[in-house]
């Protein structure tokens, strides 16, 4: 499958959707993912995490602001925006929104996503919920 179809449905199905069930058909069953603050293994972890974010920010969208792909690579560049409307990595609903960027590189592997490392805007994120200061 074409690198872009595979990153477009991972985001625009699975999260923006919640259709976990292409997750079987674009993720390879090897899959790991790795951000700044935690990591991943296979397609189970994955759609968890999908579904905790979901539940959290049931108006979560993704939109993909840029991409390339160079061999079995690409780079994503995205905004993350939603509501804050039940408890998150701890913190409990704060009904705020946020507006977030983020960047994914992702490997490919048999015609599927095999790896990903992603950083998203944190500070910005916790700033939007109200958890972290504005810093002056």
Same mark, same amino acid.
């Given at each position: 499958?074409?690198?872009?179809?595979?990153?477009?449905?991972?985001?625009?199905?699975?999260?923006?959707?919640?259709?976990?069930?292409?997750?079987?058909?674009?993720?390879?069953?090897?899959?790991?993912?790795?951000?700044?603050?935690?990591?991943?293994?296979?397609?189970?972890?994955?759609?968890?995490?999908?579904?905790?974010?979901?539940?959290?920010?049931?108006?979560?969208?993704? $939109?993909?602001? $840029?991409?390339?792909?160079?061999?079995?690579?690409?780079?994503?560049?995205?905004?993350?925006?939603?509501?804050?409307?039940?408890?998150?990595?701890?913190?409990?609903?704060?009904?705020?929104s946020v507006d977030v960027k983020g960047m994914i590189i992702s490997r490919f592997e048999?015609?599927?996503?095999?790896?990903?490392?992603?950083?998203?805007?944190?500070?910005?994120?916790?700033?939007?919920?109200?958890?972290?200061?504005?810093?002056?």
């Amino acid at each position: 499958m074409n690198p872009e179809y595979l990153i477009r449905t991972l985001i625009d199905e699975a999260f923006n959707k919640g259709d976990l069930s292409v997750l079987e058909t674009i993720i390879h069953p090897e899959y790991r993912y790795w951000s700044p603050d935690s990591e991943m293994r296979g397609i189970g972890q994955l759609a968890e995490f999908i579904q905790t974010f979901r539940n959290a920010f049931p108006d979560l969208h993704i $939109e993909i602001d $840029e991409f390339f792909n160079s061999q079995d690579r690409s780079c994503t560049a995205v905004t993350l925006t939603g509501t804050h409307e039940q408890d998150f990595m701890g913190i409990p609903a704060t009904r705020k929104s946020v507006d977030v960027k983020g960047m994914i590189i992702s490997r490919f592997e048999d015609n599927k996503i095999i790896e990903e490392r992603e950083i998203l805007d944190n500070l910005t994120f916790f700033q939007q919920l109200g958890v972290v200061t504005e810093l002056a």
